[in-house]
T-cell receptor, first 111, second 117 residues
Framework: QKEVEQDPGPLSVPEGAIVSLNCTYS??????FMWYRQYSRKGPELLMY????GNKEDGRFTAQVDKSSKYISLFIRDSQPSDSATYLC???????????FGKGTRLHILP | GAVVSQHPSWVICKSGTSVKIECRSL??????MFWYRQFPKQSLMLMAT?????????EQGVEKDKFLINHASLTLSTLTVTSAHPEDSSFYIC?????????????FGPGTRLTVL
């Protein structure tokens, strides 16, 4: 079993829809959870960071962590064509541990 | 703030030559930098962790003699791909860690696309 599983997509949704992106993981020691957005031929940029379980909201983005299920989600409200990108989940256990990335989900927002 | 640059952004070289890629943290000091490799439609694969003033730590399966890493200052790390071959063609991304209270805050460069002919 891989440490982090993420559906590669592609996921296509109409503009304005709510997008749900998810990852599962196997290591119960993970407690720092991140979502990165990566545009084609660019480096990843940090979108959201969450520590332990719970929800975090930032504008149109909401990150959720359910440690009991080892499941994390990123929700995008009022999706825009500019949200079209690959979204990578990432996580680690201790602050100084290397970060483990998911494979990324390719998202297409259709105008 | 927290900008990381990479140079060059793309490079084409002949098989057998060496290529150097620079990674710079422009507005903060990075005691630790990371080098990743990314194949099309694949995730980031950590190649090595580079600490300023010490030898890099390579991940299992990464040839340290082929991928030379130097982290001579708090704002610059370099990756040299020696005797490059077509299978080394990939997207190389660096990141720099900025110390934060709560988590390992990494900022990524824009990446370097290497094509070996």
């Amino acid at each position: 079993q891989k440490e982090v599983e993420q559906d590669p997509g592609p996921l296509s949704v109409p503009e304005g829809a709510i997008v749900s992106l998810n990852c599962t993981y196997s290591n119960s020691a993970f407690q720092y959870f991140m979502w990165y957005r990566q545009y084609s031929r660019k480096g990843p940029e940090l979108l959201m960071y969450t520590y332990s379980s719970g929800n975090k909201e930032d504008g149109r983005f909401t990150a959720q962590v359910d440690k009991s299920s080892k499941y994390i989600s990123l929700f995008i409200r009022d999706s825009q064509p500019s949200d079209s990108a690959t979204y990578l989940c990432a996580m680690n256990g201790n602050r100084d541990d290397k970060i483990i990335f998911g494979k990324g989900t390719r998202l297409h927002i259709l105008p | 703030g927290a900008v990381v640059s990479q140079h060059p952004s793309w490079v084409i070289c002949k098989s057998g030559t060496s290529v150097k890629i620079e990674c710079r943290s422009l507005d903060f000091q990075a005691t630790t930098m990371f080098w990743y490799r990314q194949f099309p439609k694949q995730s980031l694969m950590l190649m090595a962790t580079s600490n300023e003033g010490s030898k890099a730590t390579y991940e299992q399966g990464v040839e340290k003699d082929k991928f030379l890493i130097n982290h001579a200052s708090l704002t610059l790390s370099t990756l040299t791909v020696t005797s490059a071959h077509p299978e080394d063609s990939s997207f190389y991304i660096c990141s720099a860690r900025r110390l934060a209270v709560h988590y390992n805050e990494q900022f990524f460069g824009p990446g370097t696309r290497l094509t070996v002919l």
